[in-house]
């Protein structure tokens, strides 16, 4: 299932969201320099080097050494840079897709700043998630995918009932119908679970894309936090918040 676009109608400009999608945009091209190709390869060798200093590799944490050559310090620093690189172009289409259907209404609700500060905690919290079920893993993992996550929760929260449009594809049948955020991020995260569960103990890191433990823990993030970084009550009345949810 591929949300398209929300029912939800904002009042302010998100700027944050927006500025976060162009940041990973421009990052993705300075991958792609480095690569030649619009399909990343970390065999190449520059390529390679960058995914390997800014990315998320667990065992640098639990065990204190250098895997990359140039891998910045202190490390904790890529719990933020790899946020923001992505391992090809599906995959930034993807996490920028979600982020812009779901972003800028959570940030209509919270302000901007405080948006800021509750992406990027969800992205951190998401990070040390794959660390701790990924301790001695040396692969790289990189994506926004546990920040935007994070969002996908508070999403959750603010606007149960909000019609998100979804482009539903179960061969050979394809439609678009009109479903519930409940409805849709709720079945999101019971795969993204799921598949943890599925995998637990066995080595999930990708240099395409972050864990499915990072989503898990991002998304867990966002379900605490929301409450705290949520705007008051005026800012998401009803009658601004949804359409009926299955009408086009």
């Known amino acids: 299932m591929i949300p398209i676009s929300d029912a939800n109608y904002r009042r302010t400009f998100p700027v944050i969201n927006v500025l976060i999608i162009v940041a990973n945009i421009l990052v ?37 050494i250098d895997v990359g050559s140039q891998t910045i310090h202190p490390v904790f620093l890529t719990l933020i840079t790899a946020m923001f690189m992505h391992g090809g172009l599906l995959h930034i289409g993807g996490n920028m897709l979600f982020l812009w259907v779901f972003g800028d209404n959570v940030e209509a609700n919270m302000g901007h700043l405080k948006y800021l500060v509750f992406y990027f905690v969800c992205g951190i919290v998401a990070g040390l998630a794959h660390i701790a079920l990924n301790a001695f893993s040396q692969q790289p993992s990189l ?18 009932r909000a019609g998100v449009r979804t482009l539903v594809f179960i061969p050979p049948f394809i439609g678009l119908f009109r479903i519930p955020a409940l409805v849709l991020i ?25 864990a499915f433990w990072a989503h898990v823990g991002g998304f867990i993030a966002g379900l605490v936090l929301v409450f705290l970084f949520r705007g ?13 949810p299955y009408r086009f």
Do not use: C, H
């Not at 009345?237 to 009926?244: Q, S, T």
């Open 143 to 160: 994506g926004a995918s546990g920040a935007i996550a994070g969002v996908m929760a508070a999403y959750l929260v603010l606007y149960p």
């Open 232 to 244: 008051p009550k005026s800012r998401y009345p009803e009658r601004y918040v949804n359409r009926p």
């Open 186 to 210: 709720g079945i999101w995260f019971l795969m993204q679970l799921w598949d943890g569960l599925a995998e637990l103990g066995a080595n999930t890191a990708q240099t395409s894309g972050v």
């Open 28 to 64: 993705y091209l300075y991958e792609v320099s480095l690569s030649g190709s619009l399909n990343l390869s970390p065999e190449t060798r520059q390529l390679a080097n960058f995914f390997y200093s800014y990315s998320v590799i667990p065992a640098e944490y639990t065990r204190g």
